[in-house]
């Protein structure tokens, strides 16, 4: 089991930036993939940035320049620098571990609002 919390939403205004984290804790030795989804109202959850075991990275193209994801393993954290927001960036943000086994976790999700 892995059990993850993200922290760093909040409103800010266009053009802005926020950082967001996620600690993780539990089997975190099985960790594939780490990163950030992402879910506007009326829109299905969609990938924002992953990286891998290997340190790959991974983006959506839409947040791509503006957005870096790190990790930090000695504190198993992941987080996410966000520059130059848009409204459309406006969505609560997961975190996500994908395990060697293939399996799926989420976290409880963080509100990022983007004002115009």
């Known amino acids: 089991q892995v059990q993850l919390v993200e922290s760093g939403g909040g409103l800010v205004q266009a053009g802005g930036s926020l950082r967001l984290s996620c600690a993780a804790s539990?089997?975190?030795?099985?960790?594939?993939?780490i990163g950030w989804y992402r879910q506007a109202p009326g829109k299905q959850r969609s990938l924002v940035a992953t990286?891998?075991?290997?340190?790959?990275?991974n983006y959506a193209d839409s947040v791509k320049g503006r957005f870096t994801i790190s990790r930090d393993n000695a504190k198993n954290k992941v987080y996410l620098q966000m520059n130059s927001l848009k409204p459309e960036d406006t969505a609560v943000y997961y975190c996500?571990?994908?395990?060697?086994?293939?399996?799926?976790?989420w976290g409880q999700g963080t509100q990022v609002t983007v004002s115009s």
């Open positions: 996500w571990f994908l395990s060697l086994g293939l399996y799926n976790y």
């Open positions: 539990g089997s975190t030795f099985s960790i594939k993939a």
């Open positions: 990286v891998d075991s290997g340190g790959s990275t």
